[in-house]
Nanobody, 122 residues
Framework: QVQLVESGGGLVQAGGSLRLSCAAS????????MGWFRQAQGKEREFVAG????????DYADSVKGRFTISRDNAKNTVYLQMNSLKPEDTAVYYC???????????????WGQGTQVTVSS
């Protein structure tokens, strides 16, 4: 079992920044992958970014590339999502999740956090 707890969401003006954190506990394998997804109201959950615990390979959705940065602290079992130049369309509930592979499909991820709300005002 893996437990994931997100934090760091909030309300920010367009152009601002937020940093989300995802603390992982339980059976965390070094070969696993952590991903960030988001779900806006009335829309499907979409991949935002992913990172391997080991090696740090990353992947980003085109919509956030150059604005968001995913990173991890292996000693703290924590993954971060630094979000800069935020836009109103980034408003969503953000979830972290764990998978065995660096993929973009939500079905590839086995464990999920409870989510944290990010609201970007115009």
């Amino acid at each position: 079992q893996v437990q994931l707890v997100e934090s760091g969401g909030g309300l920010v003006q367009a152009g601002g920044s937020l940093r989300l954190s995802c603390a992982a506990s339980g059976r965390i394998f070094s070969s696993s992958v952590m991903g960030w997804f988001r779900q806006a109201q009335g829309k499907e959950r979409e991949f935002v970014a992913g990172i391997r615990w080991s090696g740090g390979s990353t992947d980003y959705a085109d919509s956030v590339k150059g604005r968001f940065t995913i990173s991890r602290d292996n000693a703290k079992n924590t993954v971060y999502l630094q979000m800069n130049s935020l836009k109103p369309e980034d408003t969503a509930v953000y979830y972290c999740a764990q998978s065995k592979a660096l993929r973009r499909g939500s079905r590839e991820y086995d464990y999920w956090g409870q989510g944290t709300q990010v609201t970007v005002s115009s």
